[in-house]
């Protein structure tokens, strides 16, 4: 599972380094094979380790390609999906599209999402953190059963 928020960089030739911590379970998990997409509700990208990704596009086929929303969601996470490769550094190609969708400028954003990491732009994350802590509020948790069980 991965967690937590790391500062990491974008470099001139657009590659990440991916924070130690991570590297060796991901040559194990994936053989260092991961995709990286869009996300359809967030200026972020996703990082997938490949066998989560593949569980990701089967979901896809089950979509209809003539129903508009459906298709749509296909066509951006599909479009959009690219292979990426750790290197021997521990560093990822990101494409200029998809650092295009993300506004990614140099000071990045790498945050453990349980089966895949979010890739956000600094200022764009400190954004969204703002956010959240003005919508996460007592009453959410209080009404919210699934969310009572996460309180400590």
Same mark, same amino acid.
């Given at each position: 599972?991965?967690?937590?928020?790391?500062?990491?960089?974008?470099?001139?030739?657009?590659?990440?380094? !991916?924070?130690?911590?991570?590297?060796?379970?991901? $040559? @194990? &998990?994936?053989?260092?094979? !991961?995709?990286?997409? @869009?996300?359809?509700?967030?200026?972020?990208?996703?990082?997938?380790?490949?066998?989560?990704?593949?569980? @990701?596009? =089967?979901?896809? #086929? %089950?979509?209809?390609?003539? @129903?508009?929303?459906? $298709? =749509?969601?296909? $066509?951006? #996470?599909?479009?959009?999906?690219?292979?990426?490769?750790?290197?021997?550094?521990?560093?990822?190609?990101?494409?200029?599209?998809? &650092?295009?969708?993300?506004?990614?400028?140099?000071?990045?954003?790498?945050?453990?999402?349980? %089966?895949?990491?979010?890739?956000?732009?600094?200022? %764009?994350?400190? =954004?969204?953190?703002?956010?959240?802590?003005?919508?996460?509020?007592?009453?959410?948790?209080?009404?919210?059963? $699934?969310?009572?069980?996460?309180?400590?």
């Amino acid at each position: 599972m991965f967690r937590g928020a790391n500062a990491i960089s974008l470099d001139s030739k657009g590659r990440i380094t !991916m924070p130690t911590r991570y590297r060796d379970g991901l $040559r @194990v &998990r994936c053989d260092a094979q !991961m995709i990286c997409t @869009v996300d359809l509700r967030s200026p972020c990208l996703l990082l997938y380790p490949l066998p989560e990704w593949e569980q @990701v596009e =089967q979901k896809l #086929l %089950n979509l209809s390609d003539t @129903v508009p929303a459906e $298709r =749509q969601v296909k $066509r951006l #996470l599909q479009g959009y999906a690219t292979e990426c490769e750790l290197d021997k550094a521990g560093r990822l190609l990101l494409s200029g599209p998809l &650092r295009n969708f993300a506004q990614l400028d140099k000071a990045l954003m790498l945050v453990g999402q349980l %089966n895949k990491f979010e890739i956000w732009s600094e200022a %764009n994350w400190q =954004q969204q953190i703002a956010l959240a802590q003005q919508q996460t509020s007592q009453d959410t948790f209080d009404n919210n059963h $699934r969310l009572q069980e996460l309180t400590l």
